[in-house]
Every structure is written in C-alpha cells, then in structure tokens.
Nanobody
Framework: VQLVESGGGLVQPGGSLRLSCTTSGILFDIFDMAWYRHTPGKQRELVASISQDDEIEYTDSAKGRFTISRVNSKDTLYLQMDDLKPEDTAVYSC?????????WGKGTQVIVSS
C-alpha cells in the first residue's frame, strides 16, 4: 500500500496550492479519506475529510478556503487550498481508513511566507 502526496511548496500569503494524494494497493473507492497537517510542537490536526459516499467535513479554519475532492477512477485525493495564510504552514499528509485499515502518506511540506 502506498499513499504519495505531492503539490506542496512555498507560496505567498493569499496564494493557492493544490495537493494530490495518489494511492496504490487499496480499493480507493471504499476508503474514507482525509487530509491532516502537522507542525512541530503542535498536535496533528484534521483539515478535511471525505467519505466513500462523498460526505465532506472541514476544520473551522479551512472552511471557505479549502476544498477536498476525490477521483475514484484515478485513486487520487485532492486538496485545493486558496487564500493561504502563514498559519497554514505545515506538513500535509493524507490518510485512508476503512474498518481496521489505517494508512498514511509521508506528507508534503507547505510553507506560506512572504
């Protein structure tokens, strides 16, 4: 099983990034997927989730700025991030969960700075 994130980088405040999480080795369309972020010294935070039935939830700080989506035919999860703020700086990781199965990617770094 592999979850590989991409799309991170350095962006100025107010800018946008689109993160991708490409998966292999799982039946992607039955898994509940999510994006988490982690900053050193802080607890890992759930940013957004999308269930196998496309039920979506966002953390309050992401509402109105981030959009999570999935393309089952491509086994890929996305996170469109707009109006980025310095406090969005973190390592973003994707997560796949179903029953007792819980898989993580290694993450992609997002830095929001002028």
């Amino acid at each position: 099983v592999q979850l590989v994130e991409s799309g991170g980088g350095l962006v100025q405040p107010g800018g946008s990034l689109r993160l991708s999480c490409t998966t292999s080795g799982i039946l992607f369309d039955i898994f509940d997927m999510a994006w988490y972020r982690h900053t050193p010294g802080k607890q890992r935070e759930l940013v957004a989730s999308i269930s196998q039935d496309d039920e979506i939830e966002y953390t309050d700080s992401a509402k109105g700025r981030f959009t999570i989506s999935r393309v089952n035919s491509k086994d890929t999860l996305y996170l469109q991030m707009d109006d980025l703020k310095p406090e969005d700086t973190a390592v973003y990781s994707c997560n796949a969960q179903k029953w007792d199965y819980d898989y993580w990617g290694k993450g992609t770094q997002v830095i929001v700075s002028s």
